[in-house]
């Protein structure tokens, strides 16, 4: 393959720039009335058109076509930018060229006058790279530029860029590209390099790039190189992993159900058919993601471009899990995808992930609710144990409803927890006295409260030990009867 696909088609008109409309529109407005900034900042994810855009504004600030219709990709400057030579475009990589010195000979050089065109811009890519003083140096060109320069400061990580350095520049967020947008682009690449696909084929490879448009056509790229002149859901499977959707929304719905069993076959198969297990991970964490959406808002549209039949299944895991279950999974899964690497046992990190979110955590905060009052503990037979046996989806929240996932929500009363929370000490004196030493010292371990009408929460954090202390079955009932003794309720 000659040049890469994406340089081939970077877009050279602001026409071209796709899904970035709110920025190209504004600088095509800000052009036709000359009211362009001195200073720009480009900021969003890689491959989302910053250094494309930054070329197309430096093209039509110098371009000699009619106002209207810049930049015209035919006077002698379109050409000469776009094959890179254009004298009075320069381009600095601050990765490579981030300190002082670097900036210094460009404050230096930046009084001269353009030589060919009638601004002299500067695109200083990768700005966030600079050191302290090269900002420094900078700002001071920032803040006195010459008539006659522009420009253009393009990042990936505008929070690491000095406030003082932002607030001198007009700023534009690139937005990741809505994946049936670089499907589109994507079809006309290929047929106009004279091949057909299908379309779902062409959707997969948008989703997999996560809103990149280079990633997208480099994959494009790599399936043209295939031979076939035509694009194919099969085809692009094969290149992606042979993860197929089936088996990701199969593992949810294990663990919707709170299937381990289930979960556990689908990962043993995936690893003897030679799967990527990371892209299956990326894969579960993306369809999780959409479960938490439908449970937000049971709301499709907000979902890209899905098979209806995908949806409906969505639809059912949706009502099938809570919503602290599924953020817990998607914190859990995303953190195994960063430790699938390699390793003796590849699938080890997913099936931890998976039995975690199933069973609830090992360390997570081990609740025991104690019931008051005393009376009440005895005849409902409520056992601690059982109770902190069932999984705690979310470790730094403990909540009485103590995540079993179907009963109706239950008000929390914050005010009572605070007050005993606040007294939590005098409480402990109490229980020493009433209920020996030993209780006492275990309920020191106690993290956090949890309030509600009928009951009691308590977190003992990651400390089994001193919550299986309360929770013996003639420990608990006597803790309990102190607490609502101490309370009076
Ligand atoms: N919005 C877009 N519309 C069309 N093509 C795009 C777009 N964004 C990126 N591309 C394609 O990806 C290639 C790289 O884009 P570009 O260099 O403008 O991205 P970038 O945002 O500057 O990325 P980085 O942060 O990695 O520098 C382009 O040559 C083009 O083929
Ligand atoms: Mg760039
Ligand atoms: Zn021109």
């Given at each position: 393959m000659s040049t890469a696909l994406y340089r081939k088609w970077r877009s050279q008109t602001f026409g071209e720039v796709v899904g970035q409309e709110h920025v190209t529109r504004t600088l095509q407005n800000a052009l036709r009335d000359g009211r362009v900034a001195h200073a720009y900042l480009f900021s969003g994810p890689r491959g989302t058109g910053k250094t494309s855009t930054a070329r197309i504004l430096a093209k039509a600030l110098n371009c000699s076509a009619p106002e209207g219709e810049r930049p015209c990709n035919q006077c002698p400057t379109c050409q000469a930018i776009t094959e890179g030579r254009m004298i009075d475009l320069i381009e600095i990589d601050a990765a490579s060229n981030n300190s002082v010195d670097d900036v210094r000979e460009l404050r230096d050089k930046v009084g001269f006058r353009p030589s060919e065109g009638r601004f002299k811009i500067y695109i200083i890519d990768e700005v966030h790279m600079l050191s302290g003083s090269a900002f420094n140096a900078l700002l001071k060109t920032l803040e006195e530029p010459p008539p006659h320069t522009r420009f253009i400061l393009a990042t990936t990580e505008p929070h690491k860029i000095p406030a003082t350095v932002i607030s001198r520049c007009q700023r534009f967020d690139f937005r990741r590209i809505p994946a049936p947008e670089i499907a589109e682009h994507l079809n006309h690449i290929a047929g106009e390099e004279g091949f057909s696909a299908e379309s779902d084929a062409l959707l997969t490879i948008a989703r997999n790039a996560q809103g990149c448009m280079r990633d997208a056509i480099s994959l494009l790229d790599q399936m043209l190189s295939f031979g076939a002149d035509r694009v194919t859901m099969a085809q692009v499977k094969q290149a992606l992993g042979a993860v197929n959707t089936q088996a990701v929304v199969d593992f949810v719905g294990a663990i919707a159900a709170r299937e381990a069993g289930q979960g556990l076959a689908l990962i043993h198969k995936l690893t003897t058919d030679g799967a990527s297990l990371t892209e299956f991970s990326h894969q579960v964490v993306e369809q999780l993601r959409a479960v938490m959406v439908l449970q937000m808002?049971?709301?499709?549209?907000?979902?890209?471009?899905?098979p209806a039949e995908t949806v409906q299944q969505m639809q059912q895991q949706a009502r099938q899990m809570d919503l602290p279950t599924t953020l817990y999974a998607i914190k859990r899964f995303s953190t195994a995808v960063n430790e699938l690497k390699g390793g003796f046992q590849p699938q080890l990190p997913l099936e931890m992930a998976l039995i975690e979110v199933v069973q609830g955590e090992a360390a997570a905060p081990t609740i025991v609710t104690a019931t008051a009052p005393y009376a009440a503990a005895r005849s409902a037979g409520v056992s601690a144990s059982q109770d902190a046996?069932?999984?705690?989806?979310?470790?730094s929240a403990p909540t009485a409803t103590n995540a079993t996932a179907k009963s109706e929500p239950v008000a929390l009363d914050a005010e009572t927890a605070r007050r005993l929370w606040s007294r939590w000490k005098e409480y402990l004196a109490v229980v020493k006295t009433q209920c020996g030493q030993q209780a006492a010292a275990a309920l020191q371990a106690v993290r956090d409260v949890a309030v509600t009408d009928h009951a009691v929460a308590l977190a003992f954090g990651s400390n089994e030990f001193s919550r299986n202390l309360i929770a013996k079955p003639d420990v608990l009932p006597d803790v309990a009867a102190a607490l609502s003794k101490f309370f009076g309720t």
């Amino acid at each position: 393959m000659s040049t890469a696909l994406y340089r081939k088609w970077r877009s050279q008109t602001f026409g071209e720039v796709v899904g970035q409309e709110h920025v190209t529109r504004t600088l095509q407005n800000a052009l036709r009335d000359g009211r362009v900034a001195h200073a720009y900042l480009f900021s969003g994810p890689r491959g989302t058109g910053k250094t494309s855009t930054a070329r197309i504004l430096a093209k039509a600030l110098n371009c000699s076509a009619p106002e209207g219709e810049r930049p015209c990709n035919q006077c002698p400057t379109c050409q000469a930018i776009t094959e890179g030579r254009m004298i009075d475009l320069i381009e600095i990589d601050a990765a490579s060229n981030n300190s002082v010195d670097d900036v210094r000979e460009l404050r230096d050089k930046v009084g001269f006058r353009p030589s060919e065109g009638r601004f002299k811009i500067y695109i200083i890519d990768e700005v966030h790279m600079l050191s302290g003083s090269a900002f420094n140096a900078l700002l001071k060109t920032l803040e006195e530029p010459p008539p006659h320069t522009r420009f253009i400061l393009a990042t990936t990580e505008p929070h690491k860029i000095p406030a003082t350095v932002i607030s001198r520049c007009q700023r534009f967020d690139f937005r990741r590209i809505p994946a049936p947008e670089i499907a589109e682009h994507l079809n006309h690449i290929a047929g106009e390099e004279g091949f057909s696909a299908e379309s779902d084929a062409l959707l997969t490879i948008a989703r997999n790039a996560q809103g990149c448009m280079r990633d997208a056509i480099s994959l494009l790229d790599q399936m043209l190189s295939f031979g076939a002149d035509r694009v194919t859901m099969a085809q692009v499977k094969q290149a992606l992993g042979a993860v197929n959707t089936q088996a990701v929304v199969d593992f949810v719905g294990a663990i919707a159900a709170r299937e381990a069993g289930q979960g556990l076959a689908l990962i043993h198969k995936l690893t003897t058919d030679g799967a990527s297990l990371t892209e299956f991970s990326h894969q579960v964490v993306e369809q999780l993601r959409a479960v938490m959406v439908l449970q937000m808002t049971n709301d499709p549209a907000l979902l890209d471009d899905l098979p209806a039949e995908t949806v409906q299944q969505m639809q059912q895991q949706a009502r099938q899990m809570d919503l602290p279950t599924t953020l817990y999974a998607i914190k859990r899964f995303s953190t195994a995808v960063n430790e699938l690497k390699g390793g003796f046992q590849p699938q080890l990190p997913l099936e931890m992930a998976l039995i975690e979110v199933v069973q609830g955590e090992a360390a997570a905060p081990t609740i025991v609710t104690a019931t008051a009052p005393y009376a009440a503990a005895r005849s409902a037979g409520v056992s601690a144990s059982q109770d902190a046996a069932k999984p705690a989806p979310i470790p730094s929240a403990p909540t009485a409803t103590n995540a079993t996932a179907k009963s109706e929500p239950v008000a929390l009363d914050a005010e009572t927890a605070r007050r005993l929370w606040s007294r939590w000490k005098e409480y402990l004196a109490v229980v020493k006295t009433q209920c020996g030493q030993q209780a006492a010292a275990a309920l020191q371990a106690v993290r956090d409260v949890a309030v509600t009408d009928h009951a009691v929460a308590l977190a003992f954090g990651s400390n089994e030990f001193s919550r299986n202390l309360i929770a013996k079955p003639d420990v608990l009932p006597d803790v309990a009867a102190a607490l609502s003794k101490f309370f009076g309720t």
